[in-house]
Nanobody
Framework: QVQFVESGGGLVQPGGSLKLSCAAS?????????WGWYRQAPGQQRELVAR???????NYADSVKGRFTISTDNAKNTVYLQMNSLKPEDTAVYYC????????WGQGTQVTVAA
């Protein structure tokens, strides 16, 4: 069963940047999967914000397009999310998972954008 360990969140001022990492225990199949970064803000449903389709196609929610970049490192079984020009509305817990997502989720990493 695949497990996900997200890291890299924190408190950042509007306009700032963060890079999230997600280590996935998916073995040698990692490179073949479609990966997503999701987020859940308080009182809202979890939403997909970025998708990586091998070998290198990416898709983004309109709210983050042009600001976020998803990437993977097959040697490290790791999915990244580079977030630039952060806005207060980006505040949420961020998770990675496959797309469509598997039942088990990691603990997520909190991103807070505030002055």
């Amino acid at each position: 069963q695949v497990q996900f360990v997200e890291s890299g969140g924190g408190l950042v001022q509007p306009g700032g940047s963060l890079k999230l990492s997600c280590a996935a225990s998916s073995g040698s199949s990692f490179r073949f999967y479609v990966w997503g970064w999701y987020r859940q803000a308080p009182g809202q449903q979890r939403e997909l914000v970025a998708r990586f389709t091998p070998p290198g196609s990416t898709n983004y929610a309109d709210s983050v397009k042009g600001r976020f970049t998803i990437s993977t490192d097959n040697a490290k079984n790791t999915v990244y999310l580079q977030m630039n020009s952060l806005k207060p509305e980006d505040t949420a817990v961020y998770y990675c998972n496959r797309d469509p997502p598997r039942t088990v989720w990691g603990q997520g990493t909190q991103v807070t954008v505030a002055a």
